[in-house]
């Protein structure tokens, strides 16, 4: 298989406008995030999609491949979908572009994971281990069964006992593979399905689309950037390393 991984970037968001292009210990966001996917696979084969001059000229300036979309995608897999109309190969990994500290190792688990089940979509997942994120809706949590099939995902505290106590439970990580047929299964809807639309998690408009999806268990180090103060939180992680 020949994969590419494509980094979703928009510059308009309700919680932190222009997140592609924070700085994070002196570089911008979006440059970190190619560095660490292009560990995972390589420079060549790693591409940022996005509708924004803004982004494109940052990341042309930082020598990184892009692909302009269109500006009214749905989701990040949307544009995944329309930069790979232009991008050759046959496996699409979408890795946000929010995620500063992921761990190249996690998304070569997911590429290695889709190689091994040819036309099988993967995502990723890692143990959940305060019970906040179990609680919080800003965190999709995940049911698999034994052998890693995708039966559903909420933001609801999923599963959870009869008195709604939390017992464990998996989180997704936001790192997708997808055999080219697949995405534009995804793409073709032309619209969030039903469930998808009331959860806003993308993944499962795949299921509501009778398609199966593969979660791999994956280390779930990294820190999102969801919000401004966010940031801060990155960067003590880079201090810590240096």
């Not at 592609?20 to 591409?47: D, H, K, Q, Y």
């Not at 544009?79 to 992921?102: C, Y």
């Not at 995502?123 to 949590?141: G, H, L, Q, W, Y």
């Not at 939390?166 to 055999?179: H, L, N, S, W």
């Amino acid at each position: 298989m020949r994969p590419a991984i494509v980094i979703p970037a928009r510059y308009a968001s309700s919680r932190f406008e222009g997140k592609p292009l924070a700085m994070i210990a002196g570089r911008p966001m979006i440059a970190r995030v190619f560095e660490r996917c292009a560990a995972a696979l390589s420079p060549e084969r790693t591409f940022v999609a996005t509708d924004d001059e803004r982004i494109a000229a940052c990341c042309r300036a930082e020598g990184i491949r892009v692909v302009m979309t269109a500006s009214d995608c749905l989701t990040g897999t949307d544009r995944v979908h329309q930069a790979s109309l232009q991008i050759p190969g046959d496996l699409f990994v979408n890795v946000q572009g929010d995620e500063p500290l992921i761990e190249p190792g996690d998304v070569r688990a997911v590429i290695e994971a889709a190689e091994r089940e040819p036309g099988t979509v993967v995502n990723a997942m890692c143990a959940i281990t305060e019970e906040a994120d179990f609680r919080s809706p800003n965190v999709p949590k995940v049911a698999a069964a034994p052998d890693g099939r995708l039966l559903y995902m909420s933001r609801a505290p999923i599963p959870t006992d009869k008195r709604h106590r939390f017992r464990g439970a998996m989180k997704q990580v936001c790192i997708y593979a997808f055999p080219r047929a697949a995405l534009e299964l995804f793409a073709r809807a032309g619209r969030k399905t039903p469930i998808e639309e009331i959860e806003d998690i993308e993944i499962l408009r795949l299921l509501e689309l009778g398609h199966e999806v593969r979660m791999v268990p994956v280390s779930g180090a990294s820190i999102a950037v969801d919000v401004p103060a966010d940031v801060a939180r990155v960067e003590a992680v880079l201090h810590a390393r240096a």
